[in-house]
Structure formats: structure tokens, C-alpha cells
């Protein structure tokens, strides 16, 4: 009985021993590999988000490929979350080289334009990033890697708009003629393009006048500018009160639809285009 007792434990000793020895050559062998992430990029916007790029690179430094199974992430603006997401999409990494990820995700225009407004009048925003991947290897069985970043990044702004009283410019027996200041200001660091201004000119809900500029506006950075839009309409049509009121400053019952398209040389802020509605 004791001899069999004696028999067993030699044997359990003998294949714990063996497995830590395999153990310690497989932890030689094995390098863990390293994600690192690059850094957070814009990539479209539009009236209504804000469209980014997250890249995160993988590391292998092994002689054989490594198995993604997915990956989890968080982002933070300002010390605000507003991104995070999961995914168990998988994918390989190759003997000693390195994979991007790239993750496209976006954030609506009224929440970056909150966190822009209490920077004043700066366009950068403050982000964080934690991200945890995790890998499947044939001989470690599944476990993460993690990373984290600190940043900043600049998001472009949109034109802002305003406008100024309408003024009577001319009127004969027939027709009167109007002009209504459009005053555009770049809040952004580089230059921007206003192409195709249409506008419809209303009054009292009923829509008189047509109009097109052909020029194109050209705004540098942080600069503001005035585009006069003009106005005709039929004396007849107008009435003579409307157009006292008019002469006088005082006439308010109208309003102005315009649409432009904005370009500029930031690649993600390209042929957009912007509609304008006023009615002071």
C-alpha cells in the first residue's frame, strides 16, 4: 500500500515537473505581442456628425502568426465618454510585421459643437483612449493586450453665418430693388470656399424672388466677409406700405433660404452642402 502510494505521487511530481519545464520553454519562446494606439483622425464632415478614424497597430515579434479575436475600446472627448464599442471579428497578425486597425465611428455634430463652444475659441479637443484586444495563439490559449492615449485633436467648424437689416437700394415706377447683407466668418485654420450660393427671397409667406451668385467666395483662415445679396421685386406687387415700411427700417415680414457649397483644402471638408434659413 505504501509502495503504491510512493508509486503515485512519484508519478504526479514527475508530470508537474515536466509541465513546468514546458512551461518555461514555452515562455522563452513566446514574445508577447505589443498594441499601441497611433492616434484619433477626422474623416468626414456634415451637418449632422462628425465622422473619425481610431488606429491602433499590433505588434508581432514571433516567428509564426498570431490570431486577433477581437477587440474593445473607449474613447473619451474632453473628459466626457461618448464612444465605446466591441467587436469579435477577428484577424491575423504575421510572423514578426505589424497590423493596423482602423476603427471608423462618428459622433453627432450638436456634441462636438458643445464640446467645442466651452473651449471658447479654440477647435481642439482633448481625447482618451482605452483599448483591449484580444488575441487567440495556438500555444497561450486567449489573452489581452492593452493600451492606452492620450491626444488632441482639431475638428474643422462649419462657416458662421449672420445677417444685417435689409436696405432699400432703388425703386422707380415699377420695380424696387433691395439688398441684404450676408456676413460669413472661418473659424477654422485654414481656407474655405463658398461656391453656388442659390437664394429664394420671401414675404409674407409667399415666395418673390429667385437669385444665384455665381462668384466664388474665398474665406482665409479666421477671417469674416460680407457677400451682398440683392433683391428686385414689382412695385406693384410690393404695395405701398410694404414699401414704407421698408424705406424706413422697419419691415421684418420676410425671410431668405439659401443653400452654398463649401470647400476647402481639409480633405474631410469637401464639396458639402450648407443650407441657410433667415427671417429676422
Known amino acids: 500500500m505504501a509502495r503504491r502510494l ?57 516567428n509564426y502568426a498570431l490570431a486577433l479575436a477581437g477587440y474593445d475600446y473607449r474613447i473619451r472627448f ?13 484577424f491575423r497578425v504575421p510572423a514578426n510585421q505589424s497590423s493596423q486597425v482602423t476603427v471608423p465611428f462618428t459622433v453627432g455634430f450638436r456634441e462636438v459643437k458643445q464640446l467645442i463652444d466651452s473651449m471658447g ?22 489573452f489581452n493586450i492593452k493600451s492606452h492615449k492620450k491626444g488632441e485633436i482639431t475638428i474643422p467648424q462649419l462657416p458662421q453665418v449672420s445677417f444685417g437689416d435689409l436696405q432699400v437700394k432703388s425703386f422707380n415706377f415699377t420695380e424696387a430693388s433691395f439688398q441684404l447683407a450676408m456676413h460669413i466668418t472661418n473659424p477654422n485654420s485654414f481656407g474655405l470656399d463658398l461656391k ?40 406693384m406687387k410690393l404695395g405701398s406700405g410694404a414699401l414704407k415700411a421698408l424705406r424706413s427700417g ?6 431668405l433660404d439659401a443653400n452654398f457649397t463649401l470647400d476647402s483644402t481639409y480633405p474631410a471638408l ?11
Not at 483662415?221 to 421685386?233: H, R
Open 196 to 235: 453656388d450660393i442659390d437664394y429664394q427671397f420671401s414675404m409674407g409667406g409667399e415666395r418673390w424672388f429667385d437669385g444665384k451668385i455665381d462668384k466664388t467666395v474665398k474665406l482665409g483662415e479666421k477671417q469674416t466677409t460680407s457677400v451682398n445679396i440683392p433683391v428686385s421685386i414689382s412695385v
Open 6 to 62: 510512493l508509486t503515485s505521487l512519484w508519478i504526479l511530481f514527475t508530470l508537474l515537473w515536466i509541465t513546468g519545464c514546458e512551461q518555461l520553454q514555452l515562455d522563452k519562446m513566446v514574445q508577447e505581442p505589443t498594441l499601441r494606439v497611433q492616434n484619433i483622425a477626422v474623416s468626414q464632415v456634415n451637418l449632422n456628425s462628425v465622422g473619425l478614424n481610431l488606429t491602433m497597430n499590433v505588434a508581432n515579434p514571433n
Open 121 to 142: 475659441a479654440s477647435n481642439t479637443l482633448r481625447y482618451e483612449v482605452d483599448a483591449d484586444m484580444r488575441l487567440d495563439a495556438p500555444v497561450l490559449n486567449l
Open 78 to 90: 474632453n473628459d466626457r465618454e461618448l464612444v465605446k464599442g466591441s467587436t469579435d471579428q477577428g
Open 250 to 255: 422697419n419691415f421684418t415680414d420676410y425671410s
Open 270 to 280: 469637401q464639396n458639402l452642402n450648407v443650407p441657410i434659413h433667415y427671417a429676422p
